[in-house]
Each structure stands twice: as structure tokens, then as C-alpha cells.
């Protein structure tokens, strides 16, 4: 029998981390060398909702979090059971590209709370390999996965980083004999907190775990010591942070850099992987996070809030036509990845499906430019933002409920000391008009949402009219 020939469309692994900051890669020496010295750093990628469960839900949507209804990371608003009763699940890049031909693949995290949601043997649409981590997710040394039939799989007493990359880059070997094109999608953990707990562990915090051998590593690790550091100019974070707290900081940002070891030799492992196989020309590698996280910026433990650190993922890309060593400055959002995987992919979403945008020009250098992100947060069992806001070009926006706002421009204040909208601020011609654009951006829906770059600040404010449909939940 004539084996069938091998199709020329491209692959995709996404590997992503679990509340990486912003500057986290810096600890990473095989994520830049083989993928962002390979092709392109992103220093713009904006989590629009800055937490776990709305910004994975808005990797594989496509959209944003007023659209998907995953508002926090469980409870009435947020979690895998409301994410399945609302039926997201049934349009995502997994179902996407399933339709297209791909063979598509997950591990790792996927969504808090889905190992109650879910029926044991219950694989999401769209996903032909589905071994996502079950029960033990934050348990460093007890993760297990589920397995094809519903069984539960796992090596007791092996870490977690170390069992996400076993299987994928298992999955990656297998990849080489099929002819099919790929997707897959690499959750780890960490840095994100975790058990059990240590004998180093910062008192008073929950912190991560390292693998064994990166225990002691950078033993005399500080923390930068920022401007922002311990000092809250902004709308969120505490007054003051005492030395106690200021110590447990410390440790926790040194375990976390511990921590991404495993995922930065994972990451290594995944690039042998598919070199050796004769796939890694023809596939495009992202590395990001969900969303950023501080640990003392602005005084605040933590994300979901919105600073820089916390809405900007680190993110570095390779692939077919991404030019070796470049720098994408111009803004991007989770939601635009799977747009781009789809669209690269020759299935794109139908037009009001998704809000991303389709950014393969910002890799390939073909595009670049200005473009609004609207970003929003919601508190924990509640529907009622606790800010909205917009990120735009220099400029990082947003407001409260109240109406109180906070503007920081970070060209020239990178670290956001100065907020531009306190006192006669608020009353400027640019504060005034950054609320115009959430105003209108807020509530987009597909082709209502942001997605082309211009050459300078889109202050003219955009025709008031949207499409009317809006997701009504549950």
C-alpha cells in the first residue's frame, strides 16, 4: 500500500508556564538561546485577564474573558464546570484544528476544578491525545493524568515538570512517523505554589516547589532591587510592607527561580526532541505564561491585577519565516495565539468566533504599529469588574468601579512610579481619552474587537455601534 505523503502544513507546540513574571526567562537560559535568540522575543504580550483560568480559557478560544464567562478561577464565575456548562469548549483551537486534519495533544494543567467537572473518561473535543494532570495538579511529587479511556496514570515520587516533559516529548517521537500536522499544547505547574512544603519555604506564604537537584541552586539570588519594589504608586497593592514580609518575598522569588529549571531543561528536551525527529523547521514554538505575577512590585503579592508585571507574559517564538534574534515590541493578547495557529494553520475562525487577532506579521516582521488591548479583572464570585481598562502603545490604563483610575506610561517610567491620572491628572485631554477607548472597547465582540496595528496613537474614538449578540451566562 502507497504510504500516503507527508502534509506541508506547519506544526505548533505551545508550552506554557503557570504565573511566570514578566522578566522570568531571564532565569531561563535554554528558553532564549534555542527559542528567542532562534526567532522572536514578544515584550508586549498582554494577559487581558491576569489569572489563571480566564486567560487558558482565552488561549484556547480565542476570546475575552466578558466572552467566555470565565471571569475568576472557580465558583459561580469561573472554573472547568462553567466552562463545560456553557459549552466553550465545543470552539476552541483543539476543535479548530482537529477539523482541519490536525492531530492535536494536551498534558499538564488545563482549567481548575475539571477533574469535577469532567466524567473520568470525558476527553474535550477537539483533542486526540487528552492526559491533561488530574488529581495532585499542585502536588509536585503526586501528579497523576488522566489516560486514554479514563484510567489515571503517573510515576509516584517523580516530579511534576519531569512528567509533563516525558510526555511530551514522547508525543513529539511518535509525531515523526505520521504524516499529519500537529498541535500541541505543554502545560507545566510552575512556578505557581505548590506542595509539599519545605524546610526553606518562606514563612507565612505558600510558595512552589523546585525539582531535587535545583534546591540550592542561586543561593545568593536577590530580588531586583526596582523602584517599585516595596512601593505602591498605583490603585492596587498594600501601604506598607514590613520586614518579615519583605524576607518571605525574597525566598519566594529565589524558589520560583528555582522552579523553572525543570521547565527551562523541559523546554530543551522538547527542541532535541523535535530536531532529532526532522520536525523543528517545520514547526512554530511558543513559550508564555498565563499571566505575569509580582512578588513586592507595587506592594502587591501575586496578579490579577493591573501592573505591568502582571498583565505582560513572558513570551519568546520560533518558526518558519520568524527572523533569528528580533525583537516584537508592538502589543499583543493571549487571545491572538490561537487565532495565529489557525490562521497559519489555513483554518481560521469564522469572524465573530474569536476576538484575537491573526499576529504571524508581528513574527515575521511584516507588521508592527500600535493596537489597543482592553484588559478587565473581576474579583473572586462576582460579576462586577474590579477594574477595566486598556493598554496602548506607551500607555497603561485603568479604572476602578468607583471611577478613581491610574495611567502609566512606560516608556518613560518603565517601572510605573508615577501615576499619571492622580489628582488634576484625571481631568487630562489623554486620561479622557483612554477612557473613550475602554468605553469602547470593554464589551467587544469578534470583529468589534481590536485587531489591526496603526503607525501612530489610535486616538480617534471608534463608531459606538457592536455587534449586538453578547454570551449570556448560564
Given at each position: 500500500?502507497?504510504?500516503?505523503?507527508?502534509?506541508?502544513?506547519?506544526?505548533?507546540?505551545?508550552?506554557?508556564?503557570?504565573?511566570?513574571?514578566?522578566?522570568?526567562?531571564?532565569?531561563?537560559?535554554?528558553?532564549?538561546?534555542?527559542?528567542?535568540?532562534?526567532?522572536?522575543?514578544?515584550?508586549?504580550?498582554?494577559?487581558?485577564?491576569?489569572?489563571?483560568?480566564?486567560?487558558?480559557?482565552?488561549?484556547?478560544?480565542?476570546?475575552?474573558?466578558?466572552?467566555?464567562?470565565?471571569?475568576?478561577?472557580?465558583?459561580?464565575?469561573?472554573?472547568?464546570?462553567?466552562?463545560?456548562?456553557?459549552?466553550?469548549?465545543?470552539?476552541?483551537?483543539?476543535?479548530?484544528?482537529?477539523?482541519?486534519?490536525?492531530?492535536?495533544?494536551?498534558?499538564?494543567?488545563?482549567?481548575?476544578?475539571?477533574?469535577?467537572?469532567?466524567?473520568?473518561?470525558?476527553?474535550?473535543?477537539?483533542?486526540?491525545?487528552?492526559?491533561?494532570?488530574?488529581?495532585?495538579?499542585?502536588?509536585?511529587?503526586?501528579?497523576?493524568?488522566?489516560?486514554?479511556?479514563?484510567?489515571?496514570?503517573?510515576?509516584?515520587?517523580?516530579?511534576?515538570?519531569?512528567?509533563?516533559?516525558?510526555?511530551?516529548?514522547?508525543?513529539?517521537?511518535?509525531?515523526?512517523?505520521?504524516?499529519?500536522?500537529?498541535?500541541?499544547?505543554?502545560?507545566?505547574?510552575?512556578?505557581?505554589?505548590?506542595?509539599?512544603?519545605?524546610?526553606?519555604?518562606?514563612?507565612?506564604?505558600?510558595?512552589?516547589?523546585?525539582?531535587?537537584?535545583?534546591?540550592?541552586?542561586?543561593?545568593?539570588?536577590?530580588?531586583?532591587?526596582?523602584?517599585?519594589?516595596?512601593?505602591?504608586?498605583?490603585?492596587?497593592?498594600?501601604?506598607?510592607?514590613?520586614?518579615?514580609?519583605?524576607?518571605?518575598?525574597?525566598?519566594?522569588?529565589?524558589?520560583?527561580?528555582?522552579?523553572?529549571?525543570?521547565?527551562?531543561?523541559?523546554?530543551?528536551?522538547?527542541?532535541?526532541?523535535?530536531?532529532?525527529?526532522?520536525?523543528?523547521?517545520?514547526?512554530?514554538?511558543?513559550v508564555t505564561s498565563?499571566?505575569?505575577?509580582?512578588?513586592?512590585?507595587?506592594?502587591?503579592?501575586?496578579?490579577?491585577?493591573?501592573?505591568?508585571?502582571?498583565?505582560?507574559?513572558?513570551?519568546?517564538?520560533?518558526?518558519?519565516?520568524?527572523?533569528?534574534?528580533?525583537?516584537?515590541?508592538?502589543?499583543?493578547?493571549?487571545?491572538?495565539?490561537?487565532?495565529?495557529?489557525?490562521?497559519?494553520?489555513?483554518?481560521?475562525?469564522?469572524?465573530?468566533d474569536a476576538d484575537?487577532?491573526?499576529?504571524?506579521?508581528?513574527?515575521?516582521?511584516?507588521?508592527?504599529?500600535?493596537?489597543?488591548?482592553?484588559i478587565e479583572g473581576?474579583?473572586?464570585?462576582?460579576?462586577?469588574?474590579?477594574?477595566?481598562?486598556?493598554?496602548?502603545?506607551?500607555?497603561?490604563?485603568?479604572?476602578?468601579?468607583?471611577?478613581?483610575?491610574?495611567?502609566?506610561?512606560?516608556?518613560?517610567?518603565?517601572?510605573?512610579?508615577?501615576?499619571?491620572?492622580?489628582?488634576?491628572?484625571?481631568?487630562?485631554?489623554?486620561?479622557?481619552?483612554?477612557?473613550?477607548?475602554?468605553?469602547?472597547?470593554?464589551?467587544?465582540?469578534?470583529?468589534?474587537?481590536?485587531?489591526?496595528?496603526?503607525?501612530?496613537?489610535?486616538?480617534?474614538?471608534?463608531?459606538?455601534?457592536?455587534?449586538?449578540?453578547?454570551?449570556?451566562?448560564?
Open positions: 500500500m502507497q504510504q500516503r505523503a507527508a502534509d506541508a502544513r506547519p506544526n505548533f507546540l505551545l508550552i506554557t508556564l503557570d504565573d511566570a513574571a514578566r522578566r522570568d526567562f531571564a532565569y531561563m537560559p535554554h528558553v532564549r538561546r534555542l527559542v528567542g535568540d532562534a526567532g522572536a522575543t514578544m515584550t508586549t504580550m498582554i494577559a487581558p485577564t491576569p489569572v489563571c483560568v480566564p486567560s487558558r480559557a482565552s488561549v484556547i478560544t480565542g476570546e475575552y474573558a466578558h466572552n467566555h464567562g470565565m471571569l475568576t478561577v472557580g465558583g459561580t464565575y469561573g472554573g472547568a464546570d462553567r466552562f463545560v456548562a456553557r459549552g466553550e469548549q465545543d470552539s476552541t483551537v483543539a476543535t479548530w484544528l482537529d477539523d482541519a486534519g490536525y492531530d492535536t495533544f494536551v498534558t499538564g494543567k488545563w482549567m481548575n476544578g475539571y477533574e469535577r467537572a469532567l466524567p473520568a473518561s470525558a476527553a474535550q473535543p477537539g483533542w486526540d491525545c487528552w492526559t491533561p494532570a488530574t488529581l495532585g495538579t499542585y502536588r509536585f511529587f503526586d501528579t497523576r493524568f488522566f489516560a486514554p479511556g479514563g484510567r489515571l496514570t503517573g510515576v509516584p515520587g517523580r516530579y511534576s515538570s519531569d512528567q509533563i516533559t516525558d510526555r511530551a516529548t514522547t508525543w513529539i517521537a511518535e509525531r515523526a512517523a505520521d504524516p499529519d500536522p500537529w498541535f500541541g499544547w505543554i502545560n507545566y505547574v510552575a512556578p505557581h505554589n505548590g506542595g509539599p512544603r519545605g524546610p526553606d519555604d518562606p514563612p507565612g506564604l505558600a510558595s512552589t516547589v523546585p525539582a531535587p537537584r535545583d534546591v540550592d541552586s542561586f543561593p545568593r539570588l536577590r530580588m531586583p532591587r526596582d523602584p517599585n519594589l516595596w512601593r505602591r504608586a498605583g490603585l492596587f497593592g498594600d501601604v506598607r510592607t514590613p520586614p518579615r514580609l519583605r524576607r518571605a518575598e525574597e525566598q519566594l522569588f529565589r524558589e520560583r527561580v528555582q522552579a523553572l529549571q525543570a521547565v527551562d531543561r523541559g523546554v530543551r528536551d522538547q527542541i532535541r526532541a523535535l530536531r532529532v525527529t526532522g520536525q523543528l523547521d517545520r514547526t512554530y514554538v511558543v498565563d499571566n505575569g505575577y509580582t512578588t513586592g512590585q507595587q506592594n502587591w503579592l501575586g496578579k490579577i491585577v493591573p501592573y505591568r508585571d502582571i498583565l505582560t507574559v513572558p513570551t519568546v517564538v520560533r518558526g518558519p519565516r520568524i527572523p533569528r534574534g528580533s525583537v516584537v515590541t508592538s502589543a499583543a493578547a493571549v487571545p491572538d495565539l490561537p487565532v495565529t495557529f489557525a490562521t497559519l494553520a489555513g483554518a481560521p475562525p469564522e469572524a465573530d484575537g487577532a491573526d499576529i504571524s506579521g508581528l513574527w515575521e516582521g511584516r507588521v508592527a504599529g500600535v493596537r489597543p488591548i482592553p473581576w474579583p473572586k464570585n462576582s460579576d462586577v469588574r474590579r477594574f477595566e481598562g486598556v493598554v496602548v502603545g506607551r500607555y497603561r490604563y485603568a479604572v476602578r468601579p468607583n471611577g478613581t483610575d491610574q495611567l502609566f506610561d512606560v516608556r518613560t517610567d518603565p517601572f510605573e512610579t508615577v501615576n499619571l491620572a492622580a489628582g488634576a491628572g484625571s481631568d487630562s485631554p489623554l486620561v479622557v481619552r483612554l477612557r473613550e477607548l475602554t468605553a469602547a472597547y470593554v464589551d467587544c465582540v469578534g470583529t468589534g474587537c481590536p485587531r489591526t496595528y496603526a503607525l501612530g496613537l489610535p486616538f480617534a474614538v471608534p463608531p459606538t455601534e457592536q455587534p449586538t449578540e453578547r454570551p449570556t451566562p448560564p
